[in-house]
């Protein structure tokens, strides 16, 4: 007689670290603005393992001199804000390693690009803080005096210039080109001789940020007017002897007049 018995029997399968482990991504892009603060979040990555309790070992940044940090759990944060300055780099590209345990050698990279937001941290920037303009006898309305510049940094509004002219055009001679800063003569200047008019301008060029920065111009305009010799007094006094000849007359009559041109 055949007796038979059921037992349930019960196998463990032992995990072995047959699994290398592995990025959720293979690249990562993000944009942050130019200037975060350290310790900002940036991004997080994560590391899978299909072996037994995940991922176990150490995660890091390759090259390490990039201005960014990893926590163990993937979080990559800002190391060093001072270095996020888009007018010198406009972005970042390094990787990512997550490196098993000993005795593993098993490793996985991802590329990571960080890309930087402008901001609005400079100003616009006069090509010298003093111009010299000029208008002359032959002036007409329209003729160009003086031409300013200025360069700005930043991107897009931020680094758009908008000039104008603040103060010392009270009398309205003069008007800007808000988009080049060329100053042209609108109005004429009415010229008085042997005396130069001097205008000074106080000019600015202005940005066009959310909060826009400024940098201020001096433009000096001289007007001369028609130069006449001119005798300083209206009369001039000599003493000439009875006896004395010609030539010494006139000797005496021109040490005694003064002009002025
Ligand atoms: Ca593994
Ligand atoms: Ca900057
Ligand atoms: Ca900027
Ligand atoms: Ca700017």
Excluded at 147 to 155: G, H, N, Q, R
Aim: charged residues 25%.
């Amino acid at each position: 007689m055949i007796t038979t018995a059921n037992t349930v029997v019960s196998v463990t399968i032992e995990d072995v670290n047959d699994n290398p482990p592995k990025f959720e991504q293979d690249e990562y892009t993000v944009s942050i603005l130019e200037n975060s603060p350290q310790d900002q979040f940036v991004l997080q990555t994560r590391v899978t393992d299909l072996d037994l309790g995940g991922f176990v070992g150490t995660i890091r940044i390759i090259p390490d001199s990039v201005p960014f940090s990893i926590s163990p759990d993937g979080i990559i944060l800002v190391k060093s804000s001072v270095d996020l300055d888009r007018e010198t780099t406009v972005s970042f590209s390094f990787q990512v390693e997550a490196q098993e345990s000993p005795p593993s050698t098993d490793k996985a990279t991802a590329d990571v690009t960080i890309v930087l937001l402008d901001e609005n941290d400079n100003s616009p920037q006069f090509t010298t803080s003093n111009y010299e303009g000029k208008v002359f006898s032959n002036q007409t309305a329209g003729m160009q005096v003086v031409k300013v510049e200025a360069a700005d940094l930043d991107e897009g509004p931020n680094g758009e210039i908008h000039y104008s002219i603040e103060f010392g055009n009270e009398k309205g001679h003069f008007v800007i080109n808000e988009n080049n800063g060329e100053i042209t003569l609108v109005k004429e200047i009415d010229l008085v001789d042997n005396t130069i008019l001097e205008f000074a301008l106080y000019v600015t060029a202005k940005d066009g940020g959310a909060i826009s920065r400024s940098t201020s111009a001096i433009v000096n305009v001289k007007a001369p007017g028609e130069s006449h010799p001119q005798f300083l007094r209206d009369t001039y006094q000599g003493q000439v002897e009875e006896d004395q000849a010609d030539a010494d007359i006139v000797k005496v009559l021109t040490a005694r007049t003064e002009i002025s041109l």
